[in-house]
C-alpha cells in the first residue's frame, strides 16, 4: 500500500505517528520536493526523504513531534554543514515539515441518561468519536444518540469485555447509579485510556476511591480520574455539565499547560506535588472536615 493507505491503517490501529514532508528545495539534493517519509511510533518507516544524516535527523524530530502533537519544520543546508556530506554532489538547501499523525479521538460513554445525551452531541461536534453504552435497550439507541459512532445496549460487564480503550481515548462514566460506577471506574483505571472521569458529588467521589483502596488498586491509578468531573465552570443542567465535561476533555486532549479550575480533587493534590497516597489521604481529610462543619 502507499503511504497514505499506510497513514489511514496506522490510524485505524489506534497508534501514532509522524508524516516528514520535504516542503521547499533550493539547489540539488538526494531526493525530490514533496518526497514524503512516515515515521510509526515503534520507530518504523515507509518511504524516503533521500536516506543519510537528514533523514536520521528528520526521524529523531518526528519521534518528538509525536509526543508533543506540535509539527515543526526543519532546514538542512548540505553545502555548509558537511555531516550532511552523502557522497554524491548535492550542495542544496531543503526545508521538511513534519507533523504528527494521531488516531482518531475516542470517547467511551458508560450511561445513556441526559447528561450522556448533552454529552454526546458536544463532545461529537468537537471532534471525538462517541462510543455510547448502557444496560437500558430503551435509552441506548441511535435515535437518542444520533451523533455517537457506536451505541451498545449490553450489560456492562459484557461492554467491558468488548472495549479496549487506547491510550488516546477518554472513558466518561455517568450512569444511574453508584455501583455501576465504581464497578466500571473498577476497570477503567486499569485500562490505557488517557482520561477516565466519573460524575457525581464528593462525598460519591470519596467513598468510591476508598472502596476501591481497600480492594486493594494502588493509588497511582487514580492519577488520570476526574473526580468529580468537568471544569469548574458552575454547571448546573445537563446541558451545562456537557460544557464542562467536554472542556476538560479538550484540554487533556490538547496538552493545556495552563492551570485550570478542575473539580477533581484528587488532581488538585497531584498538582500540589502530592504522591498518589498522598492525595488521596488529603482528598479524605477534607471530606471529614467538610462534614464536622456546623
Given amino acids: ?22 516542503v521547499n528545495v533550493r539547489g540539488s539534493i538526494p531526493s525530490f520536493k514533496t518526497a514524503k517519509m512516515l515515521v510509526r511510533d515503534d520507530g518504523s518507516i515507509a518511504g524516503t526523504i533521500g536516506g543519510g544524516c537528514v533523514e536520521a535527523e528528520v526521524w529523531q524530530a518526528a519521534r518528538e513531534v509525536m509526543e508533543s502533537e506540535k509539527p515543526r519544520t526543519l532546514t538542512f543546508d548540505l553545502n555548509q554543514d558537511p555531516k550532511y556530506d552523502t557522497g554524491l554532489v548535492c550542495g542544496g538547501t531543503l ?40 444496560d437500558r435497550s430503551s435509552y441506548a439507541t441511535k435515535e437518542r444518540f444520533p451523533a455517537a459512532r457506536e451505541v451498545h445496549a449490553l450489560d456492562f460487564d459484557e461492554a467491558m469485555r468488548q472495549l479496549d480503550p487506547n491510550e488516546s481515548s ?20 486499569q485500562t490505557r485510556a488517557r482520561y477516565v472521569g466519573m460524575i457525581g458529588s464528593k462525598r460519591k467521589v470519596i467513598k468510591i476511591f476508598e472502596t476501591l483502596r481497600q480492594e486493594g488498586l494502588p493509588a497511582h491509578l487514580f492519577e488520570r480520574v476526574h473526580a468529580p468531573i468537568g471544569l469548574d465552570i458552575g454547571a448546573i443542567t445537563p446541558e451545562e455539565i456537557a460544557v464542562a465535561i467536554t472542556a476538560e476533555l479538550i484540554a487533556v486532549r490538547r496538552n493545556a499547560s495552563a492551570t485550570l479550575p478542575h473539580m477533581s480533587w484528587f488532581a488538585s493534590a497531584k498538582r500540589g506535588g502530592a504522591d498518589p497516597d498522598r492525595a488521596l489521604e488529603q482528598v479524605t481529610e477534607r471530606a471529614v472536615d467538610n462534614e464536622q462543619q456546623p
Fill in 1 to 22: 500500500m502507499d503511504i497514505y493507505e499506510q497513514i489511514v491503517e496506522l490510524r485505524r490501529q489506534g497508534r501514532r505517528g509522524a508524516v516528514a514532508t520535504i
Fill in 95 to 134: 526545508e521538511v515539515f513534519v507533523e504528527p499523525v494521531l488516531p482518531p479521538a475516542l470517547l467511551y460513554i458508560f450511561g445513556a441518561g441526559h447528561v450522556a445525551a448533552s454529552l454526546c452531541q458536544m463532545a461529537a461536534a468537537s471532534g471525538f468519536d462517541v462510543i455510547v453504552s448502557d
Fill in 170 to 189: 477518554s472513558i466518561v462514566i455517568v450512569t444511574r447509579g453508584h455501583r455501576d460506577d465504581m464497578h466500571i471506574l473498577r476497570w477503567a483505571v
